[in-house]
């Protein structure tokens, strides 16, 4: 791509750094942002240098936030004896949006993954060990995505608590609300049929 | 959507303003912004304000550029008798990757779209008007988008100017190269007979 100027030709550079954006987006991008006001342009690069420089993770969790202890961790009225283990802050979010868990999170930061050079010691674990070492811990409740990577951390995660007094749990697989049953892959579907519930209890949410 | 750190629901609302771009992509460049070095935010934000505030509009052709006369404008090998009209500076560059134009270009910022508060006087038309009255201009190629806006501009500003000395053309409509017959619009198939070219000159491209 030939561009007739240079300043033009490193913010469609700059952008098309970001993840999904080719250089075509960032052109239509950049473009659209000259003909908005100046204000806008400089609204969106402080606003991104802010939160790059100022941004805080929770000490506790691990999860996004702008002061030491994030707002989940120091709500008293959150169940601090669950920790739901995540892999990222998005998972937080999801979650929350669900209104059904009232406990806390604990934010891996990504999932065990050899192949990308991501063991055990990249990610936020010995913090949640040490939680359940000291004992306040009830449950753990594995939320990580049902890939091998995600089945590979949960392990790793149970092998170091199971001698702790602590009851582990993973979210349940199955079939997806909405979804047809002849397109779902065999693995869910046979998930499904052992975890089977009372119907009674399909019939609250 | 809840966030937890209102810094991070600054830059996502920010970043959410650029089009094509919903809250949950905006999320995810965002957390990878946050998980890559303060450098690339820095260059990213640094590169847009730049570009924002420093950038040109070339003073004959309306296209982008560093310095007030543009590259294409300057260059004396260009042909000054011929003027190609487009509506967007991607269009400039879109017909400088194809090196078959050496003439120079005016670019409109758009189309006529009276549905969109676009007329007449919201566009860079003037200055084409008064470049052909001034007599120096030969032939003016219309490469408008072939639709209703594209049409009207055409000819809005061929009304303007057919009473001076210079000679109009537009870009071929016809069957894209790669294309079956078969699925081609009907506009674009008649057209592209009535406007058949000889066998000849199609070999040489």
Same mark, same amino acid.
């Given at each position: 791509?030939?561009? @007739? @100027?240079?300043? +033009?030709?490193?913010?469609?550079?700059?952008?098309?750094?970001?993840?999904?954006? &080719?250089?075509?987006?960032?052109?239509?991008?950049? +473009?659209?942002? +000259?003909?908005?006001?100046?204000?806008?342009?400089?609204?969106? @690069?402080?606003?991104?240098?802010?939160?790059?420089?100022? /941004?805080?993770?929770?000490?506790?969790?691990?999860?996004?936030?702008?002061?030491? +202890?994030?707002?989940?961790?120091?709500?008293?009225?959150?169940? =601090?004896?669950?920790?739901?283990? /995540?892999?990222?802050? $998005?998972? /937080?979010?999801?979650? =929350?949006?669900?209104?059904?868990?009232?406990?806390?999170?604990?934010?891996?930061?990504?999932?065990?993954?050899?192949?990308?050079?991501?063991?055990?010691?990249? #990610?936020?674990? *010995?913090?949640?060990?040490?939680?359940?070492? =000291? &004992?306040?811990? %009830? *449950?753990?409740?594995?939320?990580?995505?049902?890939?091998?990577?995600?089945?590979?951390?949960?392990?790793?995660?149970?092998?170091?608590?199971?001698?702790?007094? /602590?009851?582990?749990?993973?979210?349940?697989?199955?079939?997806?609300?909405?979804? *047809?049953?002849?397109?779902?892959?065999?693995?869910?579907?046979? $998930?499904?049929?052992?975890?089977?519930?009372?119907?009674?209890?399909?019939? %609250? #949410?």
């Amino acid at each position: 791509m030939d561009f @007739s @100027s240079k300043l +033009l030709e490193r913010a469609v550079n700059e952008m098309s750094q970001l993840p999904g954006i &080719g250089k075509r987006t960032a052109l239509r991008l950049v +473009l659209h942002l +000259l003909r908005q006001p100046m204000e806008q342009t400089k609204a969106l @690069s402080e606003a991104l240098q802010f939160m790059r420089n100022d /941004v805080k993770f929770c000490k506790s969790c691990n999860n996004i936030s702008d002061v030491e +202890l994030c707002e989940i961790c120091s709500n008293p009225n959150r169940n =601090e004896e669950i920790i739901c283990v /995540v892999e990222d802050i $998005r998972d /937080v979010m999801a979650i =929350e949006n669900t209104s059904s868990y009232k406990g806390l999170y604990h934010v891996l930061g990504g999932k065990i993954s050899p192949m990308d050079g991501i063991g055990p010691h990249e #990610l936020n674990i *010995e913090p949640l060990v040490n939680k359940v070492k =000291e &004992g306040k811990v %009830k *449950e753990l409740i594995f939320a990580l995505s049902s890939t091998m990577e995600g089945d590979t951390t949960n392990f790793y995660i149970y092998k170091q608590i199971q001698d702790y007094n /602590v009851y582990t749990s993973t979210i349940a697989r199955g079939i997806s609300v909405g979804d *047809e049953l002849e397109y779902a892959d065999e693995i869910t579907l046979g $998930r499904s049929i052992v975890n089977r519930v009372p119907f009674e209890s399909s019939l %609250k #949410l």
